[in-house]
Antibody, heavy 121, light 108 residues
Framework: EVQLVQSGAEVRKPGESLRISCKASGFSFTNYWIGWVRQMPGKGLEWMGLIHPDKSKTEYSPSFEGRVTFSADKSITTAYVQWSSLQTSDTATYYC??????????????WGLGTLVTVSS | EIVLTQSPGTLSLSPGERATLSCRASQSISSNSLAWYQQKPGQAPRLLFYGVSGRATGIPDRFSGSGSGTDFTLTISRLEPEDFAVYHCEHYGSSPHTFGQGTKVEIK
């Protein structure tokens, strides 16, 4: 069974750093792109980008490039997204998700439950 | 970047009625790389359709996807109580993938 288990809710102050995680199991972690999706409170889904754990390739949406960094640790089948300096506008639920197929142009078939990040002074 | 515009923003219908949701792209979507998701409050999205009309595992046949080029439609033939949710379309054929802003189907 494919599972994506995300880390728990976080509360940070503006300017602080943060890394949240997505632990994958039930499939070959190095064969699939893992993506990140933001959902601000009461809003729609925003595609942040993808990481391929084996190829160490990343694709960022222009809206998020330079604002977040994706990484992955193959040894523990975990993907991460990190911020070096959070802003209040980063308050959102962040989902990790796995593409349906082993290529790049596929929709998200499997989703984590989301990590709520709250940034407030 | 392909911009997806969903309409209407909110659809107020009764159980048993037909729902028609639209997703319009700012440019033609290649290889029919258009997906639909359903999202209920407090839950992660669930894939409904890929490749415009390819039904994902476990999706009832009262749901159907159609369209091509820049205009796509998700149809729910007869709304069941569990179908009241937010629906998102996504283009995934090129980088960056993008989502529409969502259509909420609410009980009238």
């Amino acid at each position: 069974e494919v599972q994506l288990v995300q880390s728990g809710a976080e509360v940070r102050k503006p300017g602080e750093s943060l890394r949240i995680s997505c632990k994958a199991s039930g499939f070959s972690f190095t064969n699939y792109w893992i993506g990140w999706v933001r959902q601000m409170p009461g809003k729609g889904l925003e595609w942040m980008g993808l990481i391929h754990p084996d190829k160490s390739k990343t694709e960022y949406s222009p809206s998020f490039e330079g604002r977040v960094t994706f990484s992955a640790d193959k040894s523990i089948t975990t993907a991460y997204v990190q911020w070096s300096s959070l802003q209040t506008s980063d308050t959102a639920t962040y989902y990790c998700a796995r593409l349906s197929g082993d290529g790049y142009s596929w929709p998200f078939r499997f989703w984590g439950l989301g990590t709520l990040v709250t940034v407030s002074s | 970047e392909i911009v997806l515009t969903q309409s209407p923003g909110t659809l107020s219908l009764s159980p048993g009625e037909r729902a028609t949701l639209s997703c319009r792209a700012s440019q033609s979507i290649s290889s029919n790389s258009l997906a639909w998701y359903q999202q209920k409050p407090g839950q992660a999205p669930r894939l409904l359709f890929y490749g415009v009309s390819g039904r994902a595992t476990g999706i009832p046949d009262r749901f159907s996807g159609s369209g091509s080029g820049t205009d796509f439609t998700l149809t729910i033939s007869r709304l069941e109580p569990e179908d009241f949710a937010v629906y998102h379309c996504e283009h995934y054929g090129s980088s960056p993938h993008t989502f529409g802003q969502g259509t909420k189907v609410e009980i009238k």
